[in-house]
């Protein structure tokens, strides 16, 4: 029961001021003169104040609210090493246990660590999950938080003036653990194909320990050297980067005895690969309708070097035009197709026919150079069929079709083949799912016989359109029409020929995007995602290796033609080893380097600043005898907090009003009684 007294003024107050001061000046004033009766006046004045004033009495009931304490568990992935998880398990029973006999307290347990986001796994972020938990109670309510972690947080605020109660924090694992990491320094995102890139790395042992220990350096699963690198000091490294598009670089070392875990022995580095500028020669014959739609289309390309020469002047052609006056230059035949042919990615004959620019030497380097890794791309027109063909030179050996001599020329609609439907150069072409396909006509194409590779596109009467061909290394394709540039032109609508066109010469360049057997595994969020390009109609599932060693089946489906997707849930962060026949892939899951392995030897020091500026205290649950979890007592919120094999948490003052009972003190018959007694005393005082 809790007693007060409350006013309940009858009248408004600045009306009983006006009222009852004046009346109280004169009763003061008699007072002061000695007047006969003064004493009573004051007494009947004060009896008429008090029953004006209307004094309440006030019992109120009410009820004590509970202290909240919060018990944050870390859950994070460096609590599963070691006897950390089961610690961990067994102090947090004997809490509950403990702070189960005290009825003042509620007590919030939540855990940290364990979300399926892998923002939430790369960190131990405890005091999230404490706001979290803390939300919606005053901070008077607070008794204190306890925190069962191996000390590695990652989010402790800078101050502890936002926390007005005791934080305490019971840390798992040994004292003297013991781990060896190995981390990157400096690691740029981009580098140049081919060309070398400057890293730098470090190995960072806990106890201190010096001399050198063995790294091995790989590149998209790829061992490529082996370094003795002194531990503790910044390691240069120098690497080539493979390949144009993301390339994985990872660093390992070897386990030492008694390490805690090799998890942190390996660091990866994600690179993107991007390619220099691609060096294309295109040689145009005589000048025709879509002469200009290749030099427009790689003209276009920020990543393509564009050598063009058309022969406008064959050496037969003499006109008397004196050589002086001619503005054309010579064709630096010897250059470009003997010194310096393995310098272009990519060599493009658009309706070139032979004329002896090119000596017949010069057409069996162009094989050669086919032959140990070039391009080769033979726009056709007439002249394929033609006598003057260059069919009919050495550079036959590189060709995926001879021609019939045959022009066929009829208006048809380009239609994929349903190899062409799977094949990634021709694949979803914007326009080829409807029938007739949404794209113009054309009215040109060159006879074949025996057609050499795959046939993506054909025209009349199921005839090779585009041919794509693999010639030793090297890669050579076939365009059997010059009616491109109807498309260009927009000529019945027009077509795809920016699209098709460009697919067609990054193939040829070896672009990785574009290869019919592709299998590529990307990490996205703490889902692994698998894609899959085959020109097959099934490839069966894909196997997965975790970063722990276990192995997982992944069925895949087919998404569109010719390419298959799965995706699969995990729970582990790190480097993926994806299958599918003789095709393997890398992935990482989650942040790279995340942090939650970057340290993982349990540690006071991340905690006590902030523990002992709140009055808490951070103290290891293993003990001499074993786990030794410290006793609860509530302290009032002026006390100590903290003792040798206790913690201490704050007991709250604050309660929950549940009814009021309200008795006037001045009111009713007793009031009215002393009221009447004090105006008679007075009235008979003055009669006398």
Do not use: C
């Amino acid at each position: 029961m809790n007693w007060s007294v409350a006013l309940e003024p009858l009248l408004p107050w600045i009306w009983l001021a006006a009222v009852l001061v004046p009346l109280a000046v004169l009763a003061l004033v008699g007072l002061l003169f000695r007047q006969r009766g003064s004493m009573l006046r004051l007494v009947a004045l004060a009896a008429l104040a008090a029953a004006l004033i209307n004094p309440v009495l006030l019992d109120e009931e009410r009820e004590p609210l509970k202290s909240v304490v919060a018990v944050v568990v870390d859950r994070s992935q460096s609590q599963d090493i070691g006897q950390r998880t089961e610690e961990t398990d067994a102090a947090l029973a004997a809490l509950q246990e403990k702070l189960g006999r005290f009825k003042q307290f509620d007590v919030r347990v939540v855990e940290a660590g364990n979300a399926d986001a892998a923002d939430e796994r790369t960190q131990t972020r405890l005091f999230g999950a404490l706001e979290g938990a803390l939300r919606d109670v005053p901070p008077s309510r607070i008794a204190g938080a306890v925190m069962i972690t191996d000390g590695q947080v990652h989010d402790v605020p800078q101050s502890a003036a936002n926390f007005h109660a005791p934080l305490h924090a019971l840390v798992t694992g040994q004292e003297d653990e013991k781990d060896r990491r190995i981390r990157f320094e400096r690691a740029p995102r981009f580098g140049i194909v081919g060309k070398p890139l400057e890293m730098t790395y470090r190995i960072i042992d806990s106890t201190g320990e010096t001399g050198t220990a063995h790294v091995r350096v790989s590149i998209n699963g790829e061992q490529v050297s082996v370094e003795q690198a002194p531990i503790g000091q910044e390691i240069p490294l120098d690497i080539t980067i493979p390949n144009a598009g993301r390339n994985i670089v990872e660093l390992s070392i070897e386990r030492v005895p008694g390490e805690l875990t090799d998890t942190n022995n390996r660091a990866i580095a994600l690179v993107d690969g991007i390619r220099e500028n691609l060096r294309v020669l295109l040689v145009s014959g005589e000048p025709h309708a879509g002469e200009r739609t290749w030099r427009n289309l790689l003209k276009s390309d920020a990543s393509v070097d564009l050598v063009h020469f058309t022969i406008l002047r064959p050496p037969e052609k003499q006109d008397g035009t004196p050589i002086n006056e001619l503005s054309l230059i010579a064709f630096p035949t010897r250059e470009l197709f003997v010194e310096k042919i393995n310098d272009f990615d990519l060599i493009i004959f658009d309706r070139y026919q032979h004329r002896d620019v090119l000596p017949i030497l010069y057409y069996d380097y162009i094989a050669e150079y086919v032959e140990k890794g070039g391009a080769l791309l033979i726009a056709a027109g007439p002249e394929y069929a033609g006598e003057q063909s260059i069919s009919k030179t050495p550079l036959i050996a590189a060709l995926p079709g001879l021609p019939t001599g045959e022009v066929v020329e009829q208006g048809f609609y380009p239609r994929l083949t349903e190899l062409g439907k799977r094949h990634p150069v021709t694949r979803g072409l914007e326009g080829s799912s409807v029938e007739p396909p949404h794209w113009s006509r054309w009215f040109r194409l060159i006879g074949i016989d025996r057609p050499e590779g795959e046939t993506v596109m054909k025209g009349p009467d199921d005839r090779p359109l585009l041919i794509l061909n693999r010639k030793g290394e090297g890669r050579v394709g076939m365009f059997l029409s010059d009616q491109g540039w109807l498309w260009a032109r927009g000529f019945e609508g027009g077509g795809p020929h920016v699209q098709l066109y460009r697919r067609i010469a990054h193939w040829l360049m070896k672009e990785p995007e574009l290869e019919e057997e592709r299998l590529t595994a990307a990490g996205r969020g703490m889902t692994l995602d698998i894609s899959r390009q085959t020109m097959t109609d099934d490839p069966g599932p894909a196997r997965v290796i975790t970063p722990s060693g276990k192995t997982l089946n992944v069925p895949l489906s087919s998404s569109t033609p010719g390419l298959f997707t799965g995706s699969v849930e995990t729970d582990e962060i790190g480097l993926y080893q994806v299958g599918n026949g003789d095709l393997s892939a890398l992935a990482h899951v989650g942040p790279v380097n995340a942090p939650e392995f970057a340290d993982v030897v349990s540690t006071e020091e991340v905690l006590q600043p902030f523990a002992e500026a709140t009055g808490g205290s951070v103290r290891r649950l293993q003990g001499t005898t074993g786990l030794d979890v410290p006793d609860i007592v509530p302290v009032r919120s002026t006390s100590s907090t903290t003792g040798g094999d206790w913690i201490g948490l704050r007991t709250t003052n604050d309660s929950v009003l549940k009814s009021v009972s309200r008795v006037p003190l001045f009111a009713g018959f007793l009031g009215l009684g002393l009221l009447l007694l004090a105006f008679g005393s007075m009235w008979y005082r003055e009669g006398r």
